[in-house]
């Protein structure tokens, strides 16, 4: 019995167009609260079939000045209104151009940044 050893579903640094696939609640961190884990899976190229994640902190509300206010604007490619509400579950499917860049921890990767893919 043979078996191929994969690079997983590891992403390097880079940029990439990719599907959003997924979106998962996580666990409630002791430290950090809550927050959703944004999976997209690459399409083309070398890494083809690499699911790099965003982790997004949703314990406050999105505003155009914190980390998940500027993600969803990213996702919606437009400015994020105060008083708006915003389907997340409506971009699954759809492709973006992702960011990826180094986790603050140095373990692996993370999405920085979606925007959509024309």
């Known amino acids: 019995m043979r078996f191929t050893v994969s690079q997983g ?7 990439y167009r990719a599907t959003l696939v997924g979106i998962k609640e996580m666990k409630p961190h002791a430290e950090y609260g809550r927050s959703v884990r944004f999976i997209f899976r690459v399409a083309g190229g070398e890494h083809d079939g690499a699911e790099p994640c965003a982790f997004i902190n949703v314990e406050d509300p999105p505003s155009p000045t914190n980390q998940f206010g500027r993600f969803l604007a990213g996702l919606t490619g437009t400015a994020i209104v105060p008083g708006s509400t915003i389907d997340v579950e409506q971009f699954i499917g759809k492709i973006f151009q992702i960011q990826v860049e180094d986790a603050p921890n140095r373990k692996g990767t993370r999405v920085s940044s979606a925007t959509p893919a024309f």
């Open 9 to 15: 579903l590891f992403a390097p640094v880079g940029d």
